[in-house]
């Protein structure tokens, strides 16, 4: 079993920055891509930044510029850098990663709320 552990979240005033961790533990031989999602009141979920294991990333149109997704396999831990925060980034940020252990299996952390004041 793997667990994926969030921090970083909060409230922030409009503008301001935020870094967002994401750590897995548990039985991982690797980790291949790694996501961040959120999800607004009265939303569906979406997803926000992707890192492949080689470094590869892809993001929403509505961070692009402002967000930036990173990670360090020697920690297992992906990061979401979140500056120029606006008030409609206002979600619960949730990590996804896919871990190969003898199979690949998706899990998701438990989210962490991030909220932008105006």
């Known amino acids: 079993q793997v667990q994926l552990v969030e921090s970083g979240g909060g409230l922030v005033q409009a503008g301001g920055s935020l870094r967002l961790s994401c750590v897995a533990s548990?039985?991982?031989?690797?980790?291949?891509?790694m996501r961040w999602y959120r999800q607004a009141p009265g939303k569906q979920r979406e997803l926000v930044a992707t890192?492949?294991?080689?470094?590869?990333?892809n993001y929403l149109d509505s961070v692009k510029g402002r967000f930036t997704i990173s990670r360090d396999n020697a920690k297992n831990t992906v990061y979401l850098q979140m500056n120029s925060l606006k008030p409609e980034d206002t979600a619960v940020y949730y990590c996804n990663v896919d871990v190969f252990n003898h199979r690949l299996v998706n899990y998701w952390g438990q989210g962490t709320q991030v909220t932008v004041s105006s």
């Open positions: 890192i492949s294991s080689g470094g590869r990333t």
């Open positions: 548990g039985s991982i031989f690797s980790i291949n891509a």
